[in-house]
T-cell receptor
């Protein structure tokens, strides 16, 4: 299995809702990442997990809460989002943060906040 | 701050032509570079990568060139096909657990 799987593919949520995005990989990768991509812009790094521990938070607002319950799963919990948070959320993985190769991206979750 | 950028936001070519997409980077410490293809509604798809100890790497119909002297990266696509139409991003590994993306170039291939 050489894929990163993200669910759901599409999500519409209200500003008072709580939802979660899920990401899964079975490549044995020990680094996992969340990126945010606005329309016609490049992906921007949000969080980095290394061996299930948060190693980088790019000053992301607390309404985004990442979680890495095990080496194959990465979640992004969403609460009290704003319409400007609407974007494509991408998950990626790599062998580990030191091995600078083999980044694999999922297809993303298209999030719309209403 | 450090950044990765592209010179051409849109590149239009005819089917069968060769395409060249360029990228400038400013972080001299970056030692690994990747080109990604992103189609509408999809995640970035790996095309080819290159390490800083190389200046050229070839794949199937694609070649990446790295000029460290002028901090320039290019992606050459041979015999461009309509299926190559997409947005292309260069990305650099800055060595701080971060993969930083350039601004992207849209490639439009006409039949």
């Amino acid at each position: 299995d050489t894929e990163v799987t993200q669910t759901p593919k599409h999500l519409v949520m209200g500003m008072t809702n709580k939802k979660s995005l899920k990401c899964e990989q079975h490549m044995g990768h020990r680094a996992m990442y969340w990126y945010k991509q606005k329309a016609k812009k490049p992906p921007e790094l949000m969080f980095v997990y290394s061996y299930e521990k948060l190693s980088i938070n790019e000053s992301v607002p607390s309404r985004f809460s990442p979680e890495c319950p095990n080496s194959s799963l990465l979640n992004l919990h969403l609460h009290a989002l704003q319409p400007e948070d609407s974007a494509l959320y991408l998950c990626a993985s790599s062998q580990n943060v030191a091995a600078n190769y083999g980044y694999t991206f999922g297809s993303g979750t298209r999030l719309t906040v209403v | 701050g450090e950044s990765v950028g592209l010179h051409l936001p849109t590149l239009s070519v005819q089917e069968g032509d060769n395409s060249i997409i360029n990228c400038a980077y400013s972080n001299s410490a970056s030692d690994y570079f990747i080109w990604y293809k992103q189609e509408s509604g999809k995640g970035p798809q790996f095309i080819i990568d290159i390490r800083s100890n190389m200046d050229k790497r070839q794949g199937q119909r694609v070649t990446v060139l790295l000029n460290k002297t002028v901090k320039h990266l290019s992606l050459q696509i041979a015999a461009t096909q309509p299926g190559d139409s997409a947005v292309y991003f260069c990305a650099e590994n800055t060595g701080f657990q971060k993969l930083v993306f350039g601004t992207g170039t849209r490639l439009l291939v006409s039949p």
